[in-house]
């Protein structure tokens, strides 16, 4: 799933490609895309787009007194339409601009998740704004210190709860642990602080890098392309200590990490433990 750097260059890209143009229509293809009926997504018919921001893994597609609020889920994607065909591959939303240009929301799949909302108002106030964790790259260590102070659960799961820090998802959960050297299962109300400053440090660093990388691009990158040291890798070589990266695997998801950098050697990943671990 895209997260905060992918989705954040993505707005950068949509701002410059389409930002300022004029919306002709809007057209949900499949009727699961539209989330809301008011207000209308006529309501930004004539109005232009004066940006594409972004909140957690949303995107803000803003047209002066409203904002589609995008969410890509797991394999959505908002392009260029071109060819504006009557029925697009996995289309589930089109918006075309004034001067015959269009956007086209798309989910690869059978799973149909992602989703549009059209909001006016206060964004923080409602869904599916409401009720998200700080943005990512704006916590610091104490702020940091803070959510992990009230939250009794592990790590990785922390880091993926959006309601407690927003735009962190498996990938950079898995990514931000190795980094800080921390272990995936740590119980985060239990950190320490040198151990929440790492954290903190870990975070930032990891947005620095894959916003860097997805900036370089001309569009998204899929989920293999991404920089990373032990996200889906392993059996690959640890490229800090040169052990070998592990997996415990989950219904929904995968916690890649290196037992030297963060459990202490402690191997986690064997079905015995696993099951525990569940
Ligand atoms: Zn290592």
């Known amino acids: 799933m895209p997260e905060l750097p ?18 002709a229509s809007f057209r949900p293809i499949a009727f699961t895309a539209l989330k809301t009926f008011a207000p209308p997504p006529e309501a ?33 994607r908002l392009k260029p339409d071109e060819k504006q065909s009557a029925k697009p591959r996995g289309g589930l939303a089109r918006w075309v601009f004034d001067d015959g240009t269009a956007l086209l929301l798309t989910e690869a799949g059978t799973e149909k998740r992602a989703g549009v909302w059209v909001r006016e108002g206060d964004l923080e106030a409602q869904e599916p704004i409401e009720g998200l964790g700080p943005d990512a790259d704006t916590v610091d260590g104490a702020t940091l210190a803070t959510i992990c102070a009230s939250h009794s659960t592990r790590l990785h799961g922390l880091l993926r709860d959006q309601r407690a820090i927003a735009g962190i998802g498996r990938r950079l959960a898995n990514e931000t642990c190795h980094r800080a050297r921390l272990s995936p299962f740590a119980n985060a109300s239990k950190l320490k602080r040198d151990e929440v400053e790492r954290l903190a440090e870990a975070i930032e660093g990891c947005l620095v890098e894959s916003l860097a990388y997805e900036r370089s691009r001309p569009d998204m990158s899929s989920s293999k392309e991404r920089p990373g040291h032990v ?3 392993a059996g690959e070589i640890c490229p800090v200590c040169g052990d070998v990266v592990r997996e415990v695997e989950y219904t929904r998801y995968t916690v890649n990490y290196c037992a030297t950098c963060q459990t202490g050697g402690r191997v986690l990943a064997d079905n015995t433990t696993s099951k525990f671990l569940k």
């Open 6 to 23: 992918e989705i954040q260059a993505h707005a950068e890209r949509l701002t410059v490609e389409f930002g300022g143009r004029s919306l």
């Open 44 to 76: 930004a018919v004539g109005r232009a787009l004066t940006s594409v921001g972004r909140r957690g893994k949303y995107l803000l597609a803003d047209f002066e007194v409203v904002t589609f609020v995008v969410h890509l889920m797991q394999g959505g």
């Open 231 to 233: 996200h889906h890798r």
